[in-house]
């Protein structure tokens, strides 16, 4: 759990990380966020609101997280109990962690004054948010853009945790290169790779020094990838595709050249052209919870 101060202007005040509470009973980890939340509000006597993002979606009206399924919860009323152990009674803001993201990049990073932009967040799982003439895209079961789980190979395509098969995050995500490595270890004998060290920075690593089957599974997810972008151009039709996430942002340099072709070969032309690609820039995730502070009390936004 990533935890920021920050003023108005973006600007970092103090930031700190507590472990992620998985397994934890939830008011063990509400406690502990209320914690260093009322040793902030000792310090800073300004402070105005607090930004939440959390995976999975949210009730952003009643500030519950639904469903985050690593964390273990379900219905779990984030804004209630961190505001019943808080010292100050002030405004919580809860969203969405990728909602809060492209809140954060509008803001503060690479989509400042863009109005129509697909944010898409590539780590250990895929995740999307749309903002659409200044409105971030809400489904009707907060569970929108839920990009990962589109389906690529429905017959054929790797198992996914979902249920179906062939998922996007099946094939472009930090457990799908390790598990695309981990099937192909023993048709590539020549290759460096071993199945005991198997991990998304060895198989970069690897790439990099033009390693066989780590160039084959980093060329499969670029070319999958350059699809996903078309996906969100076309549906879209937004100003600015934001790409971020640890996958992306370690592994551009060898994504780039396939995803920008393979996307440029599945545009419409109108779409195409409309179209920036820019890695995000928010380097800290929690300065994007920060501005839904910003975003409702200054603007009237939603998240
Ligand atoms: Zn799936």
Known sequence: MAFVVADRDGSILVSDTLPTPAGDAFAETADRIANLLNRYLDTYGKICGIGIGLPGPVDAERGIALHAANLGWEHVPVRDAISARLAKSLPIYIANDVNAGAIGEQRYGIAQGIANFVYLTIGTGVGGAVMI??????G???????IGHVSLDPVNGRQCTCGGRG???????????????????ADYIDSCLSADTLSTREIIRAAEQHDPLAT??????????????SWCINLFNPKLLILGGGLIHA??????????STLRARCL????????????????????AS???????????RA
Do not use: F
Request: with cysteine.
């Open 251 to 260: 592994s551009w340099h060898l994504l780039k050249p396939r995803t920008l």
């Open 216 to 229: 084959h599974v980093m060329q499969e997810a670029a070319d999958t990838l350059g699809i996903a972008c």
């Open 133 to 138: 003439d200044n409105r971030l895209m809400r």
């Open 167 to 185: 998922c996007l995050e099946m094939s472009v995500s930090g457990k799908a290169i390790i598990a695309h490595a981990r099937q192909h270890l």
């Open 269 to 288: 032309p109108l779409n195409y052209e409309a179209a920036t690609i820019s890695l995000s820039q928010l380097v800290d995730g929690a300065l994007g």
């Open 291 to 301: 501005a839904l502070v910003w975003h409702h009390q200054n603007e009237g936004g």
């Open 140 to 146: 009707a079961s907060a569970s929108e853009m839920e």
